[in-house]
């Protein structure tokens, strides 16, 4: 009955391959986002997405790109892997709402993470 | 743009006694809301408490609570009768309504010690 998922949990490669993580949430959520954490654990935002709007970090580099064949999955692709790209990837999930809605729109809901590692 | 500040990189506490982690944040935003999520070194990130900015309000969840001063952009987190279990690291998060803008603060490594 988990929340939100990611696969893999682990992912080691070489640099410049292509890889995919994948998110799934079974919570009717209408909005996803892929986070990414370094390795000082600092925490950066890099995509929220829903089925009417991407909105991209203007940081993030366009080699990462956000898949979603649904509303319950969001997948992220990372294409000529870098250094750099060394990190903990979180897929959160939300319920976007208004002012005075439920006490759970707009919490993220986050899954277990996706350790990167990439040689 | 937002910013949000935790001046603590790490804290330690003695196993039940009380601590505060504090955090401040700095926004143009009037409708928000403010998060602390625990992240203990199994690395799931989990939700601690959260306070919407139109509440004056402070929320409380258990042995957790916060003190929001929305004019001094404020949040600090109160954890009483501190537990081995919630040796962590925190993180202040500001998020504004419909997915808008999402900000995390550096975090705050919290130890309990025995």
């Known amino acids: 009955d988990t929340a939100v998922s990611q696969t893999p949990k682990y992912l080691v490669t070489q640099m410049g391959n292509d890889k995919s993580i994948k998110c799934e949430q079974n919570?009717?959520?209408?909005?996803m986002y892929w986070y990414k954490q370094d390795s000082k654990k600092f925490l950066k935002i890099m995509f929220s997405?829903?089925?009417?709007?991407?909105?991209i970090n203007e940081t993030v580099p366009n080699r990462f790109s956000p898949k979603s064949p649904d509303k319950a999955h969001l997948n992220l692709h990372i294409n000529s892997l870098e250094l750099g790209d060394s990190a903990v990837y979180f897929c959160?999930?939300?319920?976007?709402?208004?002012?005075?809605?439920?006490?759970?729109?707009?919490?993220?809901?986050f899954g277990p993470g996706t350790r990167l590692t990439v040689l | 743009a937002q910013t949000v500040t935790q001046s603590q990189p790490e804290m330690s506490v003695q196993e039940a006694e009380t601590v505060t982690l504090s955090c401040t944040y700095d926004?143009?935003?009037?409708?928000?809301?403010l998060f602390w999520y625990k992240q203990p070194p199994s690395r799931q990130m989990i939700l601690v408490i959260r306070?919407?900015?139109?509440?004056?309000q402070n929320a409380t969840e258990n042995r957790f609570s916060v003190n929001f001063q929305k004019a001094a952009k404020s949040f600090s987190l109160k954890i009483s009768d501190s537990q081995l279990g919630d040796t962590a690291m925190y993180f202040c998060?500001?998020?504004?309504?419909?997915?808008?803008?999402?900000?995390f603060g550096d975090g705050t490594t919290l130890t309990v010690k025995p």
């Open positions: 998060a500001f998020i504004t309504p419909n997915a808008g803008k999402s900000t």
């Open positions: 997405y829903n089925n009417k709007e991407l909105i």
């Open positions: 926004t143009s935003e009037n409708n928000y809301y």
């Open positions: 306070q919407e900015a139109y509440k004056q």
């Open positions: 919570l009717g959520h209408d909005t």
């Open positions: 959160a999930s939300s319920q976007v709402g208004n002012r005075g809605g439920a006490s759970s729109t707009d919490t993220q809901y």
